[in-house]
Antibody, heavy 121, light 109 residues
Framework: EVQLVESGGGLVQPGGSLRLSCAAS????????INWVRQAPGKGLEWVSY????????YYADSVKGRFTISRDNAKNSLYLQMNSLRAEDTAVYFC??????????????WGQGTLVTVSS | DIQMTQSPSSLSASVGDRVTITCQAS??????LNWYQQKPGKAPKLLIY???NLETGVPSRFSGSGSGTDFTFTISSLQPEDIATYYC???????????FGGGTKVEIK
């Protein structure tokens, strides 16, 4: 069974940093691209970042570019999101999400339960 | 960037009603469109991919259609368990930004 479990969320002050993790199991993690998607309280879904299976291709939403860094450790079956210079508008539940198949990486079939990041003084 | 305009933002319908949600892309995205269902406190669930393909295990009362810029999501007979927010999502410019519509909250009248 495919499982994605996020962790690392919490309360952080504006300007602070936080590192989210996503632990994967039930599939060959090293073969799959993964996305981070977030959802502000009471708002819609917003794609945040993408990383290919080998980390050779990475993309970010304009809203986080230059502040967030996506990475992965295929030996540990883990995905990360380093978030720096956090702003109040980064407050959201952060999900990691995997596609239907290796090629269908944008058809987001598998999601974690999410981890809440709150940026507030 | 491609923008996705979803409407309505909310709707109220009776059990058994046919429910239709539309999603319009700011440019031609072929059939690179997904539909998701999200219930409160839960992660989104993929219902439809490639505009019209029903994901495995999803009830057949859900369907999707369209191509290019205009897409439709339909629940043929609304059930109480369908109360949720539905989102469209385009993936035409992979692997760059995936864009979601603003969501449609479906409630029972």
């Amino acid at each position: 069974e495919v499982q994605l479990v996020e962790s690392g969320g919490g309360l952080v002050q504006p300007g602070g940093s936080l590192r989210l993790s996503c632990a994967a199991s039930g599939f060959t993690f090293s073969s799959h691209s993964i996305n981070w998607v977030r959802q502000a309280p009471g708002k819609g879904l917003e794609w945040v970042s993408y990383i290919s299976s080998s980390s050779s291709t990475i993309y970010y939403a304009d809203s986080v570019k230059g502040r967030f860094t996506i990475s992965r450790d295929n030996a540990k079956n883990s995905l990360y999101l380093q978030m720096n210079s956090l702003r109040a508008e980064d407050t959201a539940v952060y999900f990691c999400a995997r596609g239907l198949t290796l090629l269908r990486y944008a058809n987001l079939k598998y999601w974690g339960q999410g981890t809440l990041v709150t940026v507030s003084s | 960037d491609i923008q996705m305009t979803q409407s309505p933002s909310s709707l109220s319908a009776s059990v058994g009603d046919r429910v239709t949600i539309t999603c319009q892309a700011s440019q031609d995205i072929s059939d690179y469109l997904n539909w998701y269902q999200q219930k409160p406190g839960k992660a989104p669930k993929l219902l439809i991919y490639d505009a019209s393909n029903l994901e495995t295990g999803v009830p057949s009362r859900f369907s999707g259609s369209g191509s290019g810029t205009d897409f439709t999501f339909t629940i043929s007979s609304l059930q109480p368990e369908d109360i949720a927010t539905y989102y469209c999502q385009q993936y035409d410019n992979l692997p760059r930004a995936l864009t979601f519509g603003g969501g449609t909250k479906v409630e029972i009248k």
